[in-house]
């Protein structure tokens, strides 16, 4: 069965540094998203994308952050400068029609 | 603001019997419902949903019931098996009424009740 693939499952990386969690979607999906969970809080939506474009970021996605789609397998997201707050589980999620998210097992980002 | 409320951070059941897993939504826009199954070191599984057009919706040993009235689903799991054992969570979205054909249609998560079925 097809899943959702993340690398690396657990990344350390020093406050400030750019880091880019990596993601190979299921192959004929065309809905892409990124969402992270604070250790003990809940799953929270970061950016979906869409037709080689974002279609939705909530509020936690600022300059910070960007997400690309460079080739047809992978899907990235990129964390600029990161905090100590940035530290949680990152999934990325694919779907091949709406309400459909099929999640990958996550990158643990941990920075100190 | 937490628009999708899972009160119950965690729920112990016997093998055999009936686990009841409860969400409540604040928002009134949202139109369809999912319940998420997530073991550790994995990601989140989808597990059963439910449209507001219906009150309950039955998949094998699960089953989803909505009070749109009372904006509360429930998760039904009869009979739990120790594997059921997982952090479930609710999830809402509005998708419906507030994005554009092709759009993407973005859950917002409950804050998970952790099952454990106990042999």
């Known amino acids: 069965e097809p899943e959702v693939t993340q690398t690396p499952s657990h990344q350390v990386t020093q406050m400030g540094q750019e880091v880019i969690l990596r993601c190979v979607p299921i192959?004929?999906?065309?809905?892409f998203y990124w969402y992270r969970q604070i250790l003990g809080q809940k799953v929270e939506f970061l950016v979906s994308?869409?037709?080689?474009?974002?279609?939705?970021k909530s509020e936690i996605f600022d300059d910070q952050f960007s997400v690309e789609r460079p080739d047809g397998s992978n899907f990235t997201l990129k964390i600029r400068s990161t905090k100590l707050e940035d530290s949680a589980m990152y999934f990325c999620?694919?779907?091949?029609?709406?309400?459909?998210?099929?999640f990958g097992p996550g990158t643990r980002l941990t920075v100190t | 603001d937490q628009q999708v409320k899972q009160n119950s951070p965690s729920l112990s059941v016997q093998e055999g019997r009936i686990s009841i897993l409860n969400c409540d939504y604040t928002?009134?826009?949202?139109?369809?419902f999912l319940w998420y199954k997530k073991y550790p070191a994995e990601g989140p599984t989808f597990l059963i949903s439910?449209?507001?057009?219906?009150d309950k919706n039955e998949d094998g040993r699960f089953t989803v019931f909505l009070n749109k009235s009372a904006k509360h689903l429930s998760l039904h799991i009869v009979p739990s098996q120790p594997g059921d054992s997982a952090v479930y969570f609710c999830?809402?979205?509005?998708?419906?009424?507030?994005?554009?054909?092709?759009?993407?249609?973005?859950?917002?998560f409950g804050r998970g009740t952790s099952l454990i079925v106990h042999p």
């Open positions: 999620a694919s779907g091949q029609v709406r309400y459909e998210q099929y």
């Open positions: 192959s004929n999906h065309l809905y």
């Open positions: 994308f869409y037709n080689n474009e974002i279609s939705e």
């Open positions: 928002n009134s826009m949202f139109d369809y």
């Open positions: 439910i449209s507001s057009i219906k």
């Open positions: 999830a809402a979205t509005d998708g419906g009424l507030t994005h554009a054909s092709g759009g993407s249609y973005i859950p917002t």
